[in-house]
């Protein structure tokens, strides 16, 4: 059975940073690409960053230069650095792995989500 379980979110000041990581258990994660989602209020979800299994990285415009994305391979883990934070990034984040239907697939694995807030 495979899990992801993100953690890290929480409220910060506009300009301010968070951490998020999701950790993986069963049977994936180096070979697997794996992506951070998030969606806001009244929004679909959009994808924010993937780092592929061959280590590419691709980002979303609104976030490139304030985020990045990691892996730690022996850790199962996959972290989202995010930086300059602004109201615009409040949203709820989810961590996603990809399987045969792809990454961003609704029957891909995904985590319960994480809310990051960013508010004075």
């Known amino acids: 059975q495979v899990q992801l379980v993100e953690s890290g979110g929480g409220l910060v000041q506009p300009g301010g940073s968070l951490r998020l990581s999701c950790a993986a258990s069963g049977s994936i994660f180096s070979n697997n690409d794996m992506g951070w989602y998030r969606q806001a209020p009244g929004k679909q979800r959009e994808l924010v960053a993937l780092?592929?299994?061959?280590?590419?990285?691709n980002y979303a415009d609104s976030v490139k230069g304030r985020f990045t994305i990691s892996r730690d391979n022996a850790k199962n883990t996959v972290y989202l650095q995010m930086n300059s934070l602004n109201p615009e990034d409040t949203a709820v984040y989810y961590c996603?792995?990809?399987?045969?239907?792809?990454?961003?697939?609704?029957?891909?694995?995904w985590g319960q989500g994480t809310q990051v807030t960013v508010s004075s």
């Open positions: 996603n792995a990809a399987n045969a239907y792809g990454l961003g697939s609704s029957l891909s694995y």
């Open positions: 780092t592929t299994s061959s280590g590419r990285k």
